[in-house]
């Protein structure tokens, strides 16, 4: 089992509903990745609830489909452009706006 998720537990996403989204990953995707919580944000809050899958960023996770966006990242990962650490100048301004 060398993948992760993490979810985003700070802030905004767990408002929205972080922590349901970490229990259907429990139920439907631990036994194929290491799974934790992070309080680190992502950078994305109004995308949230987000979760990293091996580093790719996925945005609003909901609880009813996560496990199956997950298994499917895993499977057929998206391209690197989303990931961390490799954020477009115009997401880092809307990060630094929200500071
Ligand atoms: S609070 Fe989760 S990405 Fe900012």
Do not use: Q, W
């Not at 985003?8 to 139920?27: E, N, T």
């Not at 961390?84 to 809307?94: M, P």
């Amino acid at each position: 089992m060398d993948h992760t998720i993490k979810v985003c537990v700070s802030g905004k996403c767990k408002g929205r509903g972080a922590d349901a989204v970490f229990v259907a990953l429990d139920r439907g995707c631990s036994d194929r990745a290491t799974l934790s919580k992070t309080t680190e944000c992502m950078g994305y809050c109004g995308l949230g609830p987000n979760i990293a899958v091996d580093g790719n960023i996925l945005h609003h996770m909901h609880p009813r489909d996560a496990a199956e966006r997950v298994n499917r990242e895993i499977d057929n990962p998206s391209p690197k452009e989303h990931g961390l650490g490799s954020k477009t100048l115009d997401d880092l301004d809307s990060f630094l706006d929200t500071l």
